[in-house]
């Protein structure tokens, strides 16, 4: 939802699922420790999802490691 994760200082990383088909507005703003965005899907289709979210400009974008 709606800024769900901001100001999330101790976050990371996240896996975002191949289901997932749209980002909320702040979800994951001002988490400065958020480094690396796994994705289970098309990278870039996620990628694209954050263009205009506020995660760190460093934010790593990879495939989720297989379980």
């Not at 769900?4 to 400065?32: N, Q, W």
């Amino acid at each position: 939802g709606y800024m769900a994760c901001y100001d999330c200082r101790s976050l990371t990383s996240v896996t975002i699922p191949d289901s997932v088909t749209s980002i909320g507005y702040g979800v994951f703003g001002e988490c400065p420790n958020l480094k690396t965005i796994y994705v289970n899907g098309d990278v870039e289709k996620v990628r694209e999802l954050f263009k205009n979210q506020n995660v760190p400009q460093d934010v790593a974008f990879e495939r989720a490691p297989s379980e």
